[in-house]
């Protein structure tokens, strides 16, 4: 890479070519001190110590968005899946201990067993319910043993956004095919905008170089809750569809190799240890969302009925 000017701040975005990875590029791009180096798939295959090492060498801050996301398919591929969520994220701490740079790990809620009532703080007790959880949290172990004062995780959930396949965008693709949709009404989250995820991990790691923020575990959801049927039913009231259209039901209905937790509300106290705010409610950053150029483009086909359209 270049040589860095007197100022700067030299970013490692590994997984950038996914809907988070993507997200943090335009967020950097308008960060004048940022120097910024973009890694998809294709360019670093984390789970190579020698390539990890070579690759963060330069670098005051990692952002890994690398991961295996295919939940149900870590059930019968869990070793993997875990070489990557796991053992990938020990090769990139293992890497930043040697060369100093802060690590944000991007982790998720699925660490948790989801059976509480209240919002889980960050250090309640882990008990992941399925193959993927139990590799990110083999990844989150690494973290805090390899870096315990230069480490980050921080765990997301119910992420949606522009640049990948997600929740809100199926919604409305579904809205130009079919009249009704059931959609779960018994697992409650916060669905959360991945640029404002990634607003906020740029925000962190630039207070992690300042030594503002302490180490450790940060919740990157955002505020409030509801329940998938409660988020598709929004979506299409901003969209200018009728939310009558979308049909409570369980998750009986929807059986899958992997069990989903059943809460996934997180709590948010460590970002005023950070001297950081926590993100905006659901429904804000949905709004924001929906007024982007693929959203629009899906909530305008979704409003043009189509002939034939299923019940």
């Known amino acids: 890479m270049s040589a860095t000017s007197p100022g700067q701040v030299r970013w490692l975005v590994t997984g950038a070519a996914g809907m988070l990875g993507q997200d943090l590029l335009t967020v950097l791009a308008g960060d004048p001190t940022a120097e910024?180096?973009?890694?998809?798939?294709?360019?670093?295959?984390?789970?190579?110590?020698?390539?990890?090492?070579?690759?963060?060498?330069?670098?005051?801050?990692?952002?890994?968005?690398?991961?295996?996301?295919?939940?149900?398919?870590?059930?019968?591929?869990?070793?993997?899946?875990?070489?990557?969520?796991?053992?990938?994220?020990?090769?990139?701490?293992?890497?930043?201990?040697?060369?100093?740079?802060?690590?944000?790990?991007?982790?998720?809620?699925?660490?948790?067993?989801?059976?509480?009532?209240?919002?889980?703080?960050?250090?309640?007790?882990?008990?992941?319910?399925?193959?993927?959880g139990r590799g990110k949290l083999v990844g989150e172990q690494a973290v805090a043993e390899l870096l315990p004062q230069h480490g980050y995780v921080v765990r997301t959930a119910w992420l949606y956004g522009e640049h990948g396949k997600n929740f809100v965008a199926t919604?409305?693709?579904?809205?130009?095919?079919?009249?009704?949709?059931?959609?779960?009404?018994?697992?409650?989250?916060?669905?959360?905008?991945?640029?404002?995820?990634?607003?906020?991990?740029?925000?962190?790691?630039?207070?992690?170089?300042?030594?503002?923020?302490?180490?450790?575990?940060?919740?990157?959801?955002?505020?409030?809750?509801?329940?998938?049927?409660?988020?598709?039913?929004?979506?299409?009231?901003?969209?200018?569809?009728?939310?009558?259209?979308?049909?409570?039901t369980t998750s009986a209905a929807y059986v899958t190799p992997a069990a989903r937790p059943a809460f996934s509300v997180l709590g948010h106290d460590r970002w005023t240890e950070a001297g950081l705010g926590p993100q905006p409610d659901w429904r804000e950053q949905l709004a924001e969302a929906l007024g982007t150029p693929v959203f629009t483009e899906l909530a305008v086909k979704a409003r043009t009925p189509e002939s034939g359209r299923s019940q």
């Open 171 to 248: 919604m409305l693709r579904l809205a130009a095919q079919r009249e009704t949709l059931d959609v779960v009404d018994d697992q409650q989250g916060q669905p959360t905008w991945s640029l404002a995820l990634a607003r906020q991990l740029v925000a962190l790691g630039t207070a992690a170089l300042a030594g503002r923020a302490p180490a450790g575990v940060y919740h990157g959801t955002a505020a409030g809750r509801t329940t998938w049927f409660g988020l598709a039913r929004e979506a299409y009231r901003l969209s200018g569809l009728d939310p009558e259209r979308i049909r409570p």
């Open 36 to 132: 910024v180096t973009a890694l998809g798939r294709a360019d670093l295959d984390i789970t190579d110590a020698e390539a990890v090492l070579v690759a963060v060498k330069g670098h005051d801050v990692v952002v890994n968005c690398a991961a295996w996301t295919a939940v149900d398919a870590a059930e019968t591929e869990e070793e993997a899946a875990t070489a990557v969520n796991g053992t990938g994220v020990r090769h990139l701490a293992a890497a930043c201990a040697e060369t100093g740079a802060r690590l944000l790990q991007v982790s998720t809620d699925y660490v948790l067993p989801g059976d509480a009532t209240a919002p889980y703080a960050e250090t309640a007790p882990t008990g992941p319910v399925n193959a993927y």
